[in-house]
């Protein structure tokens, strides 16, 4: 008899939680084949030859456990990381599939970025803080609770976390990658002349919707400094054939209005779900305060996250799990569209429309009433 490659989430009864357990043993598998770089070493291997555990390992590396990386492997064969060399004379060789190439550091979907983000220890240590939260026992938040007392912007800054900025901004690139296709063609934003991607990272995005509509002028990338400061190239950009003259980065903070460039239209993409509703309002209402000298046009913000369908006739997993991710950060949360609706209208605007495609986030677009 064979188990069929089944997730607990499509099951009931005792093998829903017992196949939670092991995926959650395959995640250390798959967290260790990605922290290691094993897919930068298995690029090297020959298609019809594979590389063993023991030719993985570096001569400066000779105290590694070739029998534990061996059984690395074979668990990664599960995920689909890797798979055996056929008509060699043991199993024991290996090569990457196309999902495991996906892991080599220079991937520009930044999976790997996002698998030692999510499944690192930093991550895990914040979901145990879960229990605590429910018991209110939490002196801060989640995260402080995991950092040492520190929110996770103020984390982001210090020198000795800028591993952690990089793995953040590549979570930010690789969900934006992810995404983009559906999002960038779902709403229509060839109808602006400029455009401002609010907490943009590396631009990832904002470069598939500057090279969907070649009619939109120019775009901002707006981000923190430690984050501005840690993008090294243009590369969403030029990879794309985006002239220089249709992007900028610009540093600042996104609650002091006098930092926010000017533009037709905002996106808030994974944004307003990191904050309490009274900081929401803050930066909905920096956004209106940095253009109300303009009367040319009328200013438009679009909204993308994982929106709460209150209907039930669209699944909410995804959201609901992001969710329980945002309880670490004290106020944050994944909302309904009534609740949108509210924060928006405290903060001047109106919700013309929501476009619920569910990639897995949905847009809600709206207005600045005058």
């Given at each position: 008899?064979?188990?069929?490659?089944t997730?607990?989430?499509t099951?009931?009864g005792?093998?829903?939680?017992?196949?939670?357990?092991?995926?959650?043993l395959?995640?250390?598998?798959?967290?260790?084949?990605?922290?290691?770089?094993?897919?930068?070493?298995?690029?090297?291997?020959?298609?019809?030859?594979?590389?063993t555990?023991?030719?993985?390992?570096?001569?400066?590396?000779?105290?590694?456990?070739?029998d534990?990386?061996?059984?690395?492997?074979?668990a990664c064969?599960?995920?689909g990381?890797?798979?055996?060399v056929?008509?060699t004379?043991?199993?024991?060789?290996?090569?990457?599939?196309s999902?495991?190439l996906?892991?080599?550091?220079?991937?520009?979907?930044?999976?790997?970025?996002?698998?030692?983000?999510?499944?690192?220890p930093?991550?895990?240590?914040?979901g145990?803080q879960?229990?605590?939260l429910?018991?209110?026992?939490?002196?801060?938040?989640?995260?402080?609770?995991?950092?040492?007392?520190?929110d996770?912007?103020t984390?982001?800054?210090?020198?000795?976390?800028?591993?952690?900025?990089?793995?953040?901004?590549?979570?930010?690139?690789?969900l934006?990658?992810?995404?983009g296709?559906?999002?960038?063609?779902?709403?229509?934003?060839?109808?602006?002349?400029?455009?401002?991607?609010?907490?943009?990272?590396?631009?990832?995005?904002?470069?598939?919707?500057?090279?969907?509509?070649?009619?939109?002028?120019?775009?901002?990338?707006?981000?923190?400094?430690?984050?501005?400061?840690?993008?090294?190239?243009?590369?969403?950009?030029?990879?794309r054939?985006?002239?220089?003259?249709?992007?900028?980065?610009?540093?600042?903070?996104?609650?002091?209005?006098?930092?926010?460039?000017?533009?037709?239209?905002?996106?808030?993409?994974?944004?307003?779900?990191?904050?309490?509703?009274?900081?929401?309002?803050?930066?909905?209402?920096?956004?209106?305060k940095?253009?109300?000298?303009?009367?040319?046009?009328?200013?438009?913000?679009?909204?993308v996250?994982?929106?709460?369908?209150?209907?039930?006739?669209?699944?909410?997993?995804?959201?609901?799990?992001?969710?329980?991710?945002?309880?670490?950060?004290g106020?944050?949360?994944?909302?309904?569209?009534?609740?949108?609706?509210?924060?928006?209208?405290?903060a001047?605007?109106r919700?013309?429309?929501?476009?619920?495609?569910?990639?897995?986030?949905?847009?809600?677009?709206?207005?600045?009433?005058?």
């Open positions: 008899m064979t188990f069929p490659p997730s607990p989430l099951i009931d005792l093998p829903k939680f017992l196949s939670m357990g092991y995926h959650r395959l995640d250390r598998a798959t967290y260790t084949f990605a922290e290691l770089g094993l897919a930068d070493r298995l690029t090297n291997a020959l298609p019809n030859q594979g590389l555990a023991h030719e993985l390992i570096n001569n400066d590396e000779i105290e590694w456990n070739a534990i990386l061996h059984r690395v492997l074979c064969t599960d995920v990381l890797v798979e055996r056929k008509n004379i043991d199993d024991k060789h290996f090569v990457l599939t999902s495991g996906m892991l080599t550091s220079d991937h520009p979907s930044h999976a790997r970025d996002y698998v030692r983000y999510y499944l690192g930093m991550s895990s240590n914040i145990y879960l229990i605590k429910v018991r209110g026992q939490c002196k801060g938040t989640g995260f402080a609770e995991a950092s040492g007392g520190l996770l912007y984390y982001l800054k210090q020198p000795e976390n800028q591993d952690y900025l990089h793995l953040y901004n590549g979570v930010m690139t690789c934006s990658t992810y995404t296709d559906k999002l960038v063609t779902g709403v229509d934003f060839g109808r602006f002349e400029t455009l401002v991607d609010l907490g943009g990272s590396r631009g990832t995005f904002l470069a598939e919707i500057l090279q969907h509509y070649q009619n939109i002028r120019r775009g901002f990338i707006f981000d923190l400094p430690q984050c501005i400061a840690e993008v090294k190239s243009a590369d969403e950009f030029e990879s054939q985006i002239t220089s003259s249709r992007y900028t980065f610009v540093a600042g903070d996104m609650t002091d209005s006098s930092t926010i460039p000017q533009a037709d239209a905002y996106i808030l993409k994974y944004i307003l779900h990191l904050f309490n509703d009274e900081i929401c309002v803050n930066v909905l209402s920096s956004i209106r940095a253009n109300e000298q303009r009367t040319d046009t009328l200013l438009t913000i679009f909204i996250e994982h929106i709460i369908f209150s209907d039930g006739t669209i699944s909410n997993w995804q959201a609901h799990g992001f969710d329980i991710g945002m309880t670490a950060y106020g944050a949360r994944e909302r309904t569209e009534q609740e949108y609706r509210v924060l928006l209208e405290k001047g605007f919700l013309k429309k929501l476009y619920p495609i569910q990639a897995p986030d949905s847009i809600i677009e709206a207005v600045f009433v005058k």
